[in-house]
């Protein structure tokens, strides 16, 4: 487990590449007015698909009156609440841990509706890699689901009633980052799992480390020469 701040994440880079350009033949009248009935076809059968979308629509007389509300949350925040709720840049209550239980509640449904006949289902899209996660739940308005990869997600909640169909569908996006807790107010199994990682760095050295664990291993020595090469030369960031 990391215990770090949240992984810096790059823009992906993309090259615009020109085409040559290529002289066109000239297009008769006759193909012309081909192109015009074309492509008012191709406008009515827009239309058209517009208007069947419309008309095969779920029940949405639930969707447009409901406020069902989307919350997030996992072992911690009910006892020290929200984490990063200073930070401008993130919403209080949309922030999540990867490879930690995440708890998706749908609240505030109308009263007409019988919970025990909705089905929840959640859906998490990575925006940076377009990994998936998804779970659905047969017995209350709530979804588990453990986000794999720091980086910005976009959830996609819905609620299916039995009889009615869908009642509840809404994208939410959240941010998933790493949260450094003090030690005093982790959990008995994350302090335990804390203690046996840091044991395992001081003791085994990098090349055993990494031929045991894989290369991203980093030995207790690595860390100290790093943090000796950041801070020491401008106490300022004696922090890092």
Request: hydrophobic content about 35%; aromatic content about 10%; glycine content about 6%.
């Amino acid at each position: 487990k990391s215990w770090g701040c949240g992984a810096k994440m790059e823009d992906d880079k993309q090259h615009l590449l020109g085409s040559p350009t290529v002289e066109k033949p000239a297009v008769s009248n006759k193909g012309k007015y081909f192109g015009m009935v074309s492509a008012g076809l191709i406008v009515l059968g827009v239309a058209a698909k517009n208007k069947f979308s419309e008309v095969n629509k779920p029940p949405n007389s639930f969707l447009e009156k409901n406020n069902v509300e989307v919350s997030f949350s996992n072992e911690y925040t009910a006892e020290h609440g929200h984490p990063a709720v200073d930070y401008q840049w993130v919403k209080a209550g949309y922030l999540v841990e990867p490879y930690r239980k995440t708890l998706i509640t749908m609240s505030n449904l109308p009263d007409e509706l019988d919970v025990s006949e909705i089905t929840a289902s959640c859906k998490a899209s990575h925006i940076q890699s377009g990994e998936v996660v998804h779970a659905i739940n047969t017995r209350n308005m709530q979804c588990d689901l453990v986000f794999t990869k720091v980086g910005d997600y976009t959830v996609e909640t819905s609620l299916h009633h039995n009889e009615k169909g869908i009642v509840h569908f809404a994208e939410t996006d959240t941010i998933s980052r790493y949260v450094r807790r003090d030690l005093r107010k982790l959990s008995s199994s994350d302090l335990a799992d804390y203690m046996d990682a840091a044991r395992v760095m001081y003791d085994v050295v990098l090349s055993d480390g990494q031929t045991l664990y894989g290369d991203d291993y980093k030995d207790m020595a690595y860390f100290v020469d790093l943090h000796l090469t950041n801070s020491v030369p401008d106490k300022q960031h004696d922090r890092f």
